[in-house]
């Protein structure tokens, strides 16, 4: 299954694929079916991530679900953040998975050719120092 790669420009090269991870409304979903406008502009009809009978939405247009991408994503592209016990990292390039319905960081040191390399948001937020009490101290 071919997964749509996102552009530089915000937009998509590609519909979204039926039965991948969407954020939608805080949580993240499965699209269920995927039909087209008046327009020729990709419409979805999205259904709980683990139930298919259970529908969540139906014709939401593919804008929104960019719009919700970039809502869903905790941080952005030149955001530095303190992860663990490293210096301060930034991210480089941000995308989002369609398999498993999270975002992917990848992370570097701004003033040496060091790389962590790509992390989730899940596994970001437990490292970022700033969010956690221990960590921080």
């Given at each position: ?20 991870l969407?954020?939608y409304g ?10 087209w ?12 991530r ?16 960019i ?45 040496r050719?060091?790389?962590?390399g ?9 490292l ?10």
């Amino acid at each position: 299954m071919r997964v749509p790669r996102m552009s530089r420009n915000g937009g998509s090269e590609a519909p979204f694929a039926q039965n991948t991870l969407v954020p939608y409304g805080g949580k993240v979903v499965r699209i269920l079916f995927r039909a087209w406008d008046e327009h020729r502009r990709p419409t979805y009809t999205l259904c709980d991530r683990h139930n298919a009978q259970r529908n969540v939405a139906a014709n939401v247009p593919h804008a929104q679900l960019i719009d919700e991408m970039a809502a869903y994503a905790r941080y952005a592209v030149t955001d530095t953040v303190a992860l663990a016990h490293t210096a301060l990292m930034t991210i480089y390039k941000r995308q989002w998975d369609f398999r498993t319905g999270t975002v992917w960081y990848y992370f570097a040191h701004p003033n040496r050719n060091v790389a962590v390399g790509w992390l989730n948001q899940e596994r970001v937020m437990q490292l970022d120092r700033s969010l956690d009490p221990v960590l921080g101290s």
